[in-house]
């Protein structure tokens, strides 16, 4: 089962605008990872932040985690076409399993 | 290339044959995920492997499946009488511990 649920399933944004996704998760966790994927491909990891930090910073992403809502957010500055791809949040759970959940995903398109 | 490297890429096949795919992981990682992937989902976590020990294992993973690592380095994965359900993107990732994966690009199965 999923645990992760994104939100908005779609974005469509131009060029140079911001582009925010959202996490909600159930359980209790040790620590929340978004990983991108384009049409078909693999994915990469972006980000991973620790269910102790709040808010975390890499190039122009930023993500933050409030584990009191079980949410997190991923917000892309200056989005570039080559943005465009899905994203997906995924926690590892705590109490010893070391599995991803992975959400649906957010389908994010980047316009020229 | 030292990423994560999954074969074949794609592979068609017919319902009730048996398929294998294998992966390499990246030769520092002790710990290799088996994920499945279908259109519009996030990946759906099959199974995990810390060095050649099979730690977990999902209830997605039916007894047509099976899976090993057999000396703590590449995986193999197979599934035994293919159904037109098993069609799906498998997805291998591995890790030096509790934090990010590394995916390989993906093994496409379409069973006819």
């Known amino acids: 089962s999923q645990q992760g649920e994104e939100d908005p399933q779609a974005l469509s944004i131009q060029e140079g605008e911001n582009a925010t996704m959202n996490c909600s998760y159930k359980t209790s966790i040790n620590n929340l990872q978004w990983y991108r994927q384009n049409s078909g491909r693999g994915l990469v990891h972006l980000i991973l932040i620790r269910s102790n930090e709040r808010e975390k910073h890499s190039g122009r992403l930023r993500v933050t985690l409030d584990t009191s809502k079980k949410s997190s957010s991923l917000l892309i500055t200056a989005s570039r076409a080559a943005d465009t791809a899905s994203y997906f949040c995924a926690t590892e759970a705590q109490g010893g399993s070391e599995k991803l959940v992975f959400g649906k995903g957010t389908k994010l398109t980047v316009n020229p | 290339d030292t990423g994560v490297s999954q074969n074949p890429r794609h592979k068609i096949t017919k319902r009730g044959q048996n398929v294998t795919f294998r992966c390499d992981p990246i030769s520092e990682h002790n710990r290799l995920y088996w994920y499945r992937q279908t259109l519009g989902q996030g990946p759906e976590f099959l199974t995990y492997?810390?060095?050649?020990?099979?730690?977990?294992k999902s209830r997605l993973l039916s007894d047509r499946f099976s899976a090993e690592r057999p000396k703590g380095s590449f995986s193999t994965l197979e599934i035994q009488r293919t159904e037109q359900g098993d069609s799906a993107m498998y997805l291998c990732?591995?890790?030096?511990?509790?934090?990010?994966?590394?995916f390989g690009q993906g093994t496409r199965l379409t069973v006819v």
């Open positions: 990732a591995s890790s030096s511990g509790r934090g990010a994966a590394f």
């Open positions: 492997f810390q060095n050649e020990a099979q730690l977990e």
